[in-house]
């Protein structure tokens, strides 16, 4: 059974950094990409990042292109999303969603994690 | 691309049925067109997939439709369970976009 589970969330003061992990099991990890999916409070969804399955190539959203970086870890079957210079407008409950290849609809998604930025 | 979901709420009662619009700022390949249903405190499900296919597990009353920038999730016979929000969903090469998404709520 696939099965993504976030972690790393947090208060951070704006400005700050914070470092989520999504550890991913049931599947063989490095073949699928993988994204970050966000939703700020009483928000809709929002993607905000991608990697391909040997992390080669990353994707970004414009609101965070330059303050974060997707990673991962194909050894630990692990994702990574680096976020730096945080602002309010980040704060959200953010999500690991794989998405299913070739169509690259989302078929599974982990629980979130909530990233909150404030002073 | 940006899609466009309407209406932003639709407030019906169980046994009806609920149309929900997503239109696209450009023309989209029906092969990336989701669908999803969200109800509070929960991740996202998926609904539908490729425009018009439905996901495993997913009950026959609920339909996708359309081709091109105009894009459609019937929901027939409202079960009260499909009270949610939904939200479509296109891949366009290198990024992904979500519409606003529409609230089906009981009236």
């Known amino acids: 059974e696939v099965h993504l589970l976030e972690s790393g969330g947090g208060l951070v003061q704006p400005g700050g950094s914070l470092r989520l992990s999504c550890a991913a099991s049931?599947?063989?990890?490095?073949?699928?990409?993988m994204t970050w999916v966000r939703q700020a409070p009483g928000k809709g969804l929002e993607w905000v990042s991608g990697?391909?399955?040997?992390?080669?190539?990353?994707f970004y959203a414009d609101p965070v292109r330059g303050r974060f970086t997707i990673s991962r870890d194909n050894s630990r079957n692990t994702l990574f999303l680096q976020m730096n210079s945080l602002r309010g407008e980040d704060t959200a409950l953010y999500y690991c969603?794989?998405?299913?290849?070739?169509?690259?609809?989302?078929?599974?998604w982990g629980q979130g994690t909530l990233v909150t930025v404030s002073s | 691309i940006v899609l466009t979901q309407s209406p932003g709420t639709l407030s019906l009662s169980p046994g009806e049925r609920a149309t929900l619009s997503c239109r696209a700022s450009q023309s989209v390949s029906s092969s990336f067109l989701a669908w999803y249903q969200q109800k509070p405190g929960q991740a996202p499900r998926l609904l539908i997939f490729?425009?018009?296919s439905r996901a495993t597990g997913i009950p026959d009353r609920f339909s996708g439709s359309g081709s091109g920038t105009d894009f459609t999730l019937t929901i027939n016979r409202l079960d009260p369970e499909d009270f949610a929000v939904y939200y479509c969903q296109q891949y366009g090469g290198t990024s992904w976009t979500f519409g606003h998404g529409t609230k089906v709520q009981i009236k």
């Open positions: 490729a425009a018009s």
């Open positions: 049931g599947f063989t990890f490095s073949t699928y990409a």
């Open positions: 969603a794989r998405p299913y290849q070739p169509l690259n609809y989302f078929d599974y």
């Open positions: 990697i391909s399955g040997a992390g080669g190539s990353t």
